[in-house]
């Protein structure tokens, strides 16, 4: 006959298999992410970092070595892209701005 605790030990012990299996699912599947379409046609996704406050960035580079465009994904999980033609970057001021974009806007001697 079985005894009481081995039956009750194996039930807590299936009941928590199944816990930590349903919550590894449901993370997998319940993260949003922004996507942007580059270039080469290929689709990149990123991520908002809640922690952070801040979202990943995409820097499409043209096969010339210029960038042509920045892709953000915001913390409403939209993808905010901005393209090289609003920013006025010259090889002259090039070095004012931060980062790789829009410095990578212009290729300079």
């Known amino acids: 006959m079985f005894n009481v ?3 009750l030990g194996a039930t807590v ?3 928590t298999l199944l816990l930590m299996m349903s919550q590894q699912s449901c993370e997998g599947a319940s ?3 922004c ?5 080469e046609d290929e ?4 991520k908002y970092l ?12 043209g096969k010339d070595g210029k960038c042509l ?3 953000i994904c915001s913390d409403t999980f939209k993808t905010i892209v901005e393209d090289c033609a609003e920013h006025k970057v010259t090889c002259l001021n090039k070095q004012r701005f931060t980062g790789v974009f829009p410095a990578c ?5």
């Open 105 to 109: 806007c212009v290729k300079c001697p």
């Open 43 to 46: 689709t990149i996704f990123l």
């Open 31 to 33: 993260e949003p992410v």
């Open 69 to 71: 465009k920045r892709a």
């Open 13 to 15: 012990a299936v009941a």
């Open 50 to 61: 809640p922690l952070l406050k801040k979202g990943q960035d995409y820097v499409d580079f």
């Open 35 to 39: 996507s942007y379409r580059n270039s």
């Open 5 to 7: 605790s081995t039956l």
